[in-house]
């Protein structure tokens, strides 16, 4: 399956490219995020980077 990330009053909604439907949202202070693979990664607006799992909505770590 493909993912998009899309960013909406700084949290970011993950969607299934394929049916349009939303997978998940992730809630936080978010400026933008990219879809690596199985996870997506993030920007917060400090800078950080929080990467996230897309199936099971845990953070696998935070740069």
């Not at 978010?30 to 845990?58: K, L, M, P, W, Y």
Request: hydrophobic content about 30%; glycine content about 8%.
């Amino acid at each position: 399956m493909a993912y998009a990330a899309k960013t909406e009053h700084n949290s970011i909604k993950i969607v299934n490219t394929s049916t349009g439907s939303t997978l998940r949202t992730i809630y936080g202070d978010f400026t933008s995020a990219i879809v690596q693979g199985e996870e997506v990664h993030c920007t917060q607006r400090d800078g950080r980077v929080r990467i996230v799992n897309i199936h099971t909505g845990s953070t696998i770590r935070t740069i």
